[in-house]
């Protein structure tokens, strides 16, 4: 496994790197934002791990480009910075986690296991299928680039659809995954919403399939 | 004055300050405008009284003289020629009724006889009008006239009472329309009142917002341009003034937070990378490593501490302990330490103040110069009047005018690089200005001459006594 480590506290780096190339790992470190975002882009790396207060480049811009770039490899933010809003930023920007400092060795090896178990999907922070986008963090929605305002359980039912980007997704499942369990809701509620959302995001955009559910269409671009 | 009558009055004070302001203000303005229309009323049915009076002893007086020139050219005929509801007599000195009006007793005078004594001549008296057959009271005014062999008397008797009845309706339509006249503009002063004072609940109402909440908020300020505007205004400022000091204070502490952490990251994640791996660890150096973060932390925690000292220093306003200082000899201790070019003035350089502080001030300056310059370091020092000027120089990449405010901001580094090994704790220059402050005088940065470099400055008073900073206002920049 292959690590790229990107921290401009230069012992605090080599620490790093001496202990994780003791766990087998290959490490390579970048000792600012911006060449650390080049070795991310050209390198082949399984996870990375990324100081949030960086020289040149900020640790949340770093991964908020490698995100739109489509890399995908699991960052792990470190960071002296503990609000919570600060946490929350830098997740929303498409960390997989954050770990504030002074950390536990023990549990950033741990947590670096767990974030390699995970492999590396598409875990876009925007959902995007043709010109629908969702935000999830901002709870936003662009049609075409124009913003449409959802209901709570019209945003859910988009962005379940959203994640399952060109599949078949029954009313069954979306009753189960957008309503809660508690809920005795009948097949048609599903219905009920999908013509909403249809209204709302354009009737060509959301299509059904006779006896099998509603699919996203691909159209726009 | 009597203790019992001072405690009823402070009792009254008591109470009086109990009541809401409205309700004061409704009542003095009630009392004022009792007394006043009162007073007014009063004023009004007395003059009118009088003026009716007048008019009636005139009128009797005019009968009077006209019945005297008859008397005066014995013409006297009975009945004597008088208006219906008149009465007039002639009496003669021992009092018997010569003549007299029509409907007029012949035989007994209007005024009995020690009245008649006694009423000087043209002038008139009330007296009951029940003596003369005329309801109310009656007006008599006496004349002598006739020859001075046979002086009379004339007597007229008007009565008032159809004038007393119109004083009489004239009182009571005041008091009738008195209460409700009050009662009215009570009324109307409780509005307005209450209208000058809303925007005094508006702005208690926003305080308690602001209290309550933790919202960062603003009194709401009236449209008017009066008192409680501006003193919505000014508290609107102070909020604001307030916040940016906690905002301040907040990334203070967070920036102090993170400064604080770095090293202890460091630290902890060596040892736990070296627990680990104890056989491939180069021990000594490790100890060199934590030896330099050590270092750094109590050299921070030394700054905060100094800085929060001095943050207490202002407020609390405690002088520190002063003695007099020879600038020549303890620049030359520091400039020794940090090994930069120094000549030491040949006359004794004096100034009051802490020798530690200033001390601090110059080492602090000189390693920020050390650290930056490319080849050489200049310390000086020079009187210039009373003052003394402190300059090090440096020949570094300076610092761009902009930014040579912001240096002094507690944490700021303009290296965003933020290499530590090349950076202080970020709060050496926010230390000097504060001590500088301490001793009364000012520390300026600005280009070197010739460029590149920098050149600060740092400006004591002579013998100045070390006193508290003059104005807070220049703390809050």
Redesign the interface.
Same mark, same amino acid.
């Given at each position: 496994m292959r690590l790229l480590v990107v921290e401009? @506290? @230069?012992?605090?780096a080599s *620490?790093?790197r001496?202990?994780l190339q *003791?766990e087998g790992f290959a490490v390579d470190v970048a000792g600012?934002g911006a060449d650390g975002l080049e070795m991310a882009r050209h390198g082949d790396y399984d996870a990375m791990i990324l100081d949030v207060?960086l =020289?040149?480049l900020s640790g949340y811009r770093v991964v908020r480009q490698l995100r739109a770039e489509q890399k995908w490899l699991p960052v792990l933010m470190l960071s *002296?910075?503990?609000?919570e809003y600060d946490q929350a930023d830098g997740l929303d920007c498409g960390a997989d986690d954050y770990l504030t400092? =002074?950390?536990?060795?023990?549990v950033l090896l741990a947590r670096l296991r767990a974030l390699l178990r995970r492999g590396t999907p598409e875990r876009p922070t925007v959902l995007r299928h043709g010109d629908v986008e969702l935000d999830p963090a901002l709870r936003r929605v662009t049609v075409a680039g124009a913003e449409v305002v959802l209901t709570a359980r019209e945003f859910a039912v988009l962005e379940y659809l959203l994640r399952r980007p060109g599949e078949v997704v029954s009313k069954t499942e979306l009753l189960d995954h957008v309503w809660d369990a508690a809920v005795d809701t009948a097949a048609n509620a599903v219905e009920v919403y999908v013509g909403y959302l249809r209204r709302k995001i354009g009737r060509d955009r959301l299509e059904t399939v006779r006896g099998a559910g509603y699919r996203l269409a691909a159209t726009g671009n | 004055m009597t203790p019992p009558r001072r405690l009823g009055l402070s009792l009254g004070r008591l109470k009086l300050s109990r009541l809401s302001l409205r309700a004061r203000l409704l009542l003095v303005s009630v009392v004022v405008l009792f007394v006043g229309l009162a007073a007014g009323g009063a004023v009004l049915v007395a003059t009118m009284h009088y003026a009716l009076m007048r008019t009636a002893n005139t009128e009797a007086l005019e009968t009077a003289r006209s019945v005297a020139v008859l008397a005066d050219t014995g013409t006297l005929a009975d009945p004597l020629p008088a208006a219906p509801a008149v009465r007039v007599q002639v009496v003669n000195a021992a009092g018997q009724v010569l003549f007299g009006s029509a409907g007029t007793d012949r035989l007994v005078p209007i005024l009995y006889p020690r009245e008649l004594r006694e009423l000087p001549d043209g002038e008139g008296r009330p007296i009951p009008g029940s003596r003369i057959g005329f309801e109310g009271e009656v007006r008599v005014v006496a004349l002598t006239a006739g020859p001075p062999d046979g002086r009379v008397t004339v007597l007229v008797a008007r009565p008032t009472d159809e004038l007393t009845q119109s004083v009489h309706l004239l009182r009571i339509t005041l008091l009738v329309t008195f209460p409700p006249l009050v009662a009215l503009l009570a009324l109307v002063a409780w509005r307005v009142v209450g209208a000058a004072l809303r925007p005094v609940e508006a702005l208690r109402a926003g305080a308690e917002d602001i209290t309550g909440g933790a919202r960062p908020g603003r009194l709401p300020v009236p449209d008017s341009g009066d008192e409680i505007h501006r003193l919505a205004v000014t508290l609107n400022d102070m909020l604001h003034r307030l916040e940016a000091a906690r905002a301040r204070q907040r990334s203070f502490v967070a920036d102090a937070a993170h400064e604080l952490r770095s090293p202890l990251t460091n630290m902890r994640t060596e040892l736990e990378v070296a627990q680990r791996l104890p056989d491939s660890t180069d021990w000594p150096e490790l100890a060199g490593d934590l030896l330099t973060d050590v270092h750094r932390l109590s050299r921070l925690v030394d700054d905060l501490l100094l800085l929060a000292r001095a943050d207490d220093a202002t407020t609390r306003a405690v002088r520190p302990a002063t003695e007099e200082i020879e600038l020549g000899g303890l620049l030359a201790e520091v400039a020794a330490r940090y090994e930069v070019a120094y000549e030491r003035p040949a006359v004794p350089l004096l100034v009051t103040g802490e020798r530690d502080a200033l001390g601090r001030v110059v080492a602090n300056l000189l390693d920020n110069a050390v650290r930056h310059a490319r080849s050489s370091v200049r310390l000086e020092v020079r009187p210039d009047g009373t003052d003394r000027r402190i300059s090090v120089v440096d020949d570094g990449p300076g610092i761009p005018a902009a930014d040579r405010e912001r240096v002094f901001d507690r944490f700021t580094r303009l290296d965003d690089a933020r290499a530590r090994d090349a950076g202080g704790s970020g709060l050496g220059l926010a230390i000097v200005r504060e001590l500088v402050r301490r001793h009364g005088g000012t520390v300026t940065l600005r280009g070197a001459v010739p460029p590149p470099g920098l050149h600060a400055e740092v400006c004591l008073p002579g013998q100045a006594a070390v006193s508290p900073p003059a104005d807070d206002a220049a703390r809050v920049r």
């Open positions: 401009d @506290e @230069e012992r605090l *620490a790093l001496r202990g *003791a600012d207060m =020289p040149r *002296a910075k503990d609000g400092k =002074p950390f536990s060795y023990v | -």
